[in-house]
């Protein structure tokens, strides 16, 4: 309000508050993008610190992924953003994200303050070959009440030569479209759902725009997406349309079609884990469950590996089911050197804003790439941001699976400093203590050997969530266990 009375006393002429505006948005559009470009930087320059200690590519060549999340009074959001080496296929797929979030951010202003927002842009990776990678967007999002949006969108990118690619660029539409066009009818009408429901007239003006199509490719099938509404009726919701391979095959350029058979996606072996003994602990000892959310990272995670080793102390790392995906190398490494797993959820949504459908599927992908990965799921679940009302509670009480919290938050993911964090830390620090931090922060790797130096000085030493519960439940930090 006094904002606007004083630009009305100086009676600005309309072209110089069209100025300011434009130079306004200009200026947070460009924060945006420098936000990004300081993750980036921060991780570009730990990227050099992987390949000294090991090799722990991910599970798709040239590919990285990073879920960034944000959580204010008002909102919370989670975007999970691939980072390819191909710089002109990473500033296309910021561009798309930035306007999403800009979205988002500008709907949230006209909310009620009552409700805390909610985007989630979850990412599908499908392999074609080790340059040509198709991203599916699934972004959705609650701005309570009955508002939200959920939109599909993706891109498929040739790393090499740095372009997007169109659908004609992968199938022969130029001499084939009709049959092509045929096919995804037939499929579409075979659907139980579309029974009588389909939208023909939109389906043939979609169909008639190849551009238009939101489409993916892997070495099983070629899939297609709708929006809802876009070929049938709302109830019906996104549709995803997955035709076998073998029937596209004649009408796919032959080339992709033989590099795609040439590469197979890198999938690690499954190792054996040594399932540690608890030792009973020391009634007299004090104790510490250090914990590692939103990982794991190519460069951090490593890290924090090394020192925890040095002190020979056990954590817990509370993993995205995305960068378990990603990097089930480094799964394997966490678990191998006995720490434990835990459950954070696959895209980090906040599970209280999503129903009860979508809280399952997000707890049940993550174990899917866990277990992949080391051959057992997570017994322990961490909600992200904390958040968790009577449903997640009901779920994870049919899981078996306890919640944890924490005592301690270290606020890295704020501070990106390691002596704030270090002394965050040290200043609260007790027996039974849960601490949080995240292992995608270069300042949390840099802050950790000062604190387990202190903590180690001071006597601490260092358990798994699941071993200080077995023994202390009564006595430690916020969680829910049935
Ligand atoms: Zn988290």
Redesign the pocket.
């Known amino acids: 309000m006094r904002k606007r009375s004083i630009i009305k006393r100086i009676k600005l002429p309309g072209w110089t508050i069209i100025l300011i505006v434009l130079l306004i948005v200009t200026g947070s559009i460009l924060n945006f993008f420098s936000y990004l470009e300081e993750n980036r930087l921060e991780e570009t320059a730990n990227a050099s610190v992987i390949k000294d200690t090991e090799d722990y590519s991910g599970r798709f060549p040239g590919l990285d992924v990073l879920v960034r999340?944000k959580h204010t009074d008002e909102y919370t959001y989670s975007i999970a953003l691939p980072e390819t080496k191909n710089e002109s296929i990473n500033s296309i797929l910021m561009d798309w994200v930035a306007e999403q979030e800009k979205g988002f951010t500008t709907a949230v202003k006209d909310q009620s303050p009552q409700f805390r927002s909610n985007l989630t842009i979850e990412l599908d990776t499908k392999r074609i070959t080790d340059e040509i990678y198709s991203f599916i967007f699934s972004m959705y999002y609650y701005l309570g009440g009955a508002n939200g949006k959920e939109e599909i969108q993706t891109f498929t990118v040739d790393l090499s030569s740095g372009s997007l690619l169109e659908v004609d660029d992968i199938i022969n539409l130029s001499t084939y479209s009709k049959e092509v066009k045929k096919i995804i009818i037939n499929k579409l009408q075979q659907e139980e759902v579309l029974q009588d429901v389909l939208i023909e007239d939109q389906l043939n003006t979609l169909l008639k725009s190849p551009d238009e199509w939101m489409w993916s490719l892997n070495q099983d099938s070629f899939s297609l997406y709708f929006d809802e509404y876009e070929i049938a009726p709302g109830f019906v919701g996104a549709i995803e349309l997955d035709i076998p391979l073998d029937d596209i095959t004649p009408y796919i350029y032959e080339d992709i079609f033989y590099q795609s058979e040439a590469s197979t996606e890198k999938v690690n072996e499954q190792i054996d884990i040594d399932k540690q003994e608890w030792s009973r602990l020391d009634p007299e000892g004090k104790y510490v469950a250090l914990t590692f959310?939103?990982g794991p990272h190519p460069s951090v995670t490593p890290q924090v590996l090394d020192t925890l080793n040095s002190y020979d102390a056990k954590a817990t790392f509370?993993m995205?089911g995305i960068q378990a995906q990603y990097y089930p190398s480094l799964v394997q490494a966490v678990a191998a050197e006995g720490h434990e797993i835990g459950n954070?959820s696959m895209n980090?949504p906040d599970l209280t804003s999503i129903n009860d459908e979508k809280v399952r599927g997000e707890l049940e992908q993550t174990n899917i790439h866990i277990k992949e990965a080391v051959g057992f799921s997570p017994a322990t679940m961490?909600p992200?941001?904390g958040a968790y009302n009577e449903l997640l509670v009901d779920v994870m009480k049919d899981a078996g699976t306890p919640i944890i919290l924490w005592s301690i938050d270290s606020l890295d993911w704020k501070s990106r400093d390691k002596d704030k964090i270090a002394q965050r830390v040290l200043e609260d620090i007790h027996d039974g203590a849960i601490v949080l931090m995240?292992d995608i922060h270069q300042a949390t790797a840099a802050a950790l050997p000062i604190i387990l130096e202190s903590l180690h000085e001071q006597g601490y030493e260092f358990v798994t969530v699941s071993e200080l519960l077995y023994q202390r439940a009564d006595e430690i930090g916020p969680h829910y266990q049935y």
Do not use: K, M
Request: zero cysteines; aromatic letters at 18%; a negative charge.
């Open positions: 999340t959310d939103d509370f995205l954070h980090h961490r992200p941001y995240h």
